[in-house]
């Protein structure tokens, strides 16, 4: 049997590589580096794909990791898709899987977001993963949407964040502007 975490991220991954035109990093690192690269290494981006109804997992070991680690503007992409069902009794392969999923929503997020989130967040521990919180789509879409609520969560100023929307699914959020133009420009839309 196949794990459907790992199918999922993966498809997201290639699909965001695709559609940012951004380089997948070296897939031995296993999380030690954001998943994908600009050609130009000017940002990275971490990708975190979930049902709408689950949300996207924000690890603190590996924010905090990257935080320290990392010294170029960093990216989460918080990817939905549709599929909130068993996956492996509905999609017995890989490759049927694969074929079901679809971009329902990508919000692409400055890593202050994601870390301002987790800090503020109730923090999920279990034995078996490390402590995560986690990024729904609503919530998401609020951010994005510059919800006054949203914004007094993670205590950050909005007006320092500029949006972009070049299609009906796709937001995304610079702070100052930083790599607006560059992200647009690489869209592959």
Do not use: C
């Not at 890989?94 to 994601?114: E, G, M, Q, V, Y």
């Amino acid at each position: 049997m196949y794990n459907p975490r790992n199918v999922v991220g993966g498809y997201f991954e290639e699909l965001l590589s695709h559609l940012l035109d951004l380089v997948r990093t070296d897939l031995d690192l296993e999380g030690n580096v954001p998943d994908l690269v600009s050609r130009n290494h000017d940002f990275y981006v971490e990708v975190k794909a979930s049902s709408y109804t689950n949300g996207g997992v924000i690890n603190q070991e590996q924010l905090y990791r990257f935080d320290r680690e990392i010294d170029i503007r960093r990216f989460y992409a918080f990817v939905y898709h549709s599929i909130n069902n068993n996956m492996t009794a509905d999609h017995p392969t890989k490759k049927s899987l694969r074929k079901a999923l679809d971009l329902r929503s990508l919000f692409l997020f400055p890593f202050s977001i994601a870390k301002a989130h987790f800090e503020r967040s109730h923090k999920v521990k279990t034995p078996k993963h490390d402590t995560y919180v986690q990024l729904k789509e609503g919530l998401a879409r609020k951010i994005f949407d510059k919800d006054e609520q949203a914004w007094d969560h993670l205590q950050l100023n909005p007006g320092e964040y500029h949006r972009s929307k070049p299609r009906e699914n796709i937001h995304i959020l610079t702070r100052h502007g930083h790599l607006k133009k560059e992200i647009l420009q690489s869209l592959r839309l």
